[in-house]
């Protein structure tokens, strides 16, 4: 998702005068718009979508990051053994 420099930055104001405006940028374009208060950024405006898929990212990146430590720590079985066991206890 890259941002366009001339209309993906808004003031505080423009978005507040041009809310409806704003958001429909954001829904058309698929593209965030930050938010700037005194010339910096200060938040990002993004669509629900964009949103979900950004959440359920994170999810599988914490995922793989719980198994990457369990990797680090020794905390493996091969999976012949699990499937070993779960056969054992009828699964």
Known sequence: MTLDLTQDFKTVSDVKANLREVLGQVHATRRPVVITVKGKPDAVLIDIEEFEKQRRAMALFELLAEAERD?????????CEVLAELEAEGG
């Not at 990797?71 to 999976?79: F, K, Q, S």
């Open 71 to 79: 990797v680090r720590d020794g905390r493996l079985h091969p999976a």
